[in-house]
C-alpha cells in the first residue's frame, strides 16, 4: 500500500505524475517547462516543491484544469487513490453541437445548380 503523506514536500513533475495528470514524469516536466504549468498563479519549474493546499492550473490539451492539492505522493499510484490527492475545481466543459452534414447519396452524379443553392442556405442557417 502507498502511504500518503501530508507533512513532506515532493517535486511537482512527480507529483503530476503520481496522480495521473501526465503518462510520464518527463511529460509533466515539459509542461511545466512549456509554462502549461501555474502554482498559485505562477509559472513554475518542474523542481518546485509542493505541499497540501497549494492551487494548479494545468493547461493540457487545449482546456485548463483547476486543481487543489489535499494530499502529497511521490509514487505512481492507481486512480482511485490518486484521485483522492487532490480537488478538481475544474468548471465543467461546453458540449459543442456539430451540425449534421448535407449527404447525397451515392451514383447521382454532380450538384446541380438548384443543388449546391439549396446546400449552401443549410450551411449558412447554421452559422
Not at 1 to 8: D, F, G, L, R, W
Not at 37 to 43: E, F, H, Q, S
Not at 80 to 88: E, I, N, Q, S, W
Request: proline residues 6%; contains cysteine; positive net charge.
Amino acid at each position: 500500500m502507498v502511504q500518503i503523506s501530508t507533512t513532506s514536500k515532493v517535486r511537482l513533475d512527480a507529483w503530476l505524475w503520481a496522480v495521473r495528470v501526465y503518462k510520464t514524469r518527463s511529460a509533466a516536466t515539459t509542461a511545466c517547462r512549456a509554462g502549461h504549468v501555474k502554482l498559485n498563479g505562477a509559472p513554475v519549474k518542474a523542481s518546485q516543491q509542493v505541499v497540501p493546499g497549494d492551487k494548479l492550473r494545468i493547461r493540457k490539451d487545449g482546456f485548463d484544469r483547476d486543481l487543489e492539492i489535499t494530499a502529497l505522493i511521490s509514487k505512481r499510484v492507481g486512480a482511485p487513490v490518486a484521485v483522492k490527492c487532490y480537488l478538481d475545481h475544474t468548471p465543467p466543459r461546453e458540449k459543442v453541437v456539430v451540425p449534421m452534414v448535407p449527404v447525397r447519396d451515392r451514383g447521382t452524379g454532380r450538384p446541380t445548380k438548384k443543388d449546391r443553392r439549396e446546400m449552401d442556405k443549410l450551411r449558412q442557417s447554421w452559422r
